[in-house]
């Protein structure tokens, strides 16, 4: 069984900045979870920051590429950077991905570290700019197809297409990751 990772605030976890969850209601998210494939995470949490903590948003609306190529930081609106702990999330995502043998993940939009059609821009203004969060980078430049929360039969049809046609061994990930240091999170 193919399973899928899911931004943790969209499985109805308190993990957001402002101590809130954003659950969605999706219908085949419901199915997936009843057929334990959903692995739920959260970059930010994972990598180390609080909740509640202060916003953060990529300068510039650079994008996760240009974080995962040390060429744009992730700040709060005070200025204090929060890249280490963005990239470290984004690590532990890939790894916990690699150890289940994700291919498919189901993450919020808009995010800086989430993201996968659009992040905000760095002004801290509430305007959005296309580009990818930092883990949806990171995730993507090793394989792993991102959609986010309005594009889940997107991810559905995905799925459907790499299960009509598996790798030989593909499916079997069991989250130990084979000697690699993974965070501890178990399918629900
Ligand atoms: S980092 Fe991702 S999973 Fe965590 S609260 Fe933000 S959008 Fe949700």
Not at 98 to 125: H, N, Q
């Amino acid at each position: 069984m193919e399973r899928i990772l899911v931004s943790a605030c969209l499985m109805g976890r308190k993990v957001r900045y402002d101590g809130a969850a954003k659950t969605s209601g999706d219908a085949l998210l419901a199915v997936w979870r009843e057929e334990g494939r959903l692995i739920p995470f959260c970059p930010e949490v994972e990598g180390g920051l609080p909740v509640p903590r202060p916003a953060a948003e990529i300068e510039g609306g650079a994008g996760g590429p240009a974080v995962l190529a040390g060429a744009a930081r992730v700040l709060t609106a005070q200025g204090d950077d929060v890249t280490g702990a963005f990239l470290a999330g984004a690590q532990a995502a890939l790894a916990v991905a690699r150890s289940f043998d994700v291919k498919v993940a189901i993450l919020k939009e808009g995010s800086p570290s989430c993201g996968s059609l659009t992040v905000y821009d760095g002004t801290f203004r509430g305007n959005r700019t296309p580009g990818h969060g930092v883990t949806t980078a990171l995730l993507e430049l090793h394989g792993i197809a991102v959609f986010g929360e309005e594009r889940i039969a997107d991810a559905a049809a995905r799925l459907r297409e790499i299960e009509a046609f598996p790798r030989p061994g593909a499916g079997s990930g069991d989250g130990s990751g084979a000697g690699q240091e993974v965070p501890r999170i178990s399918p629900v």
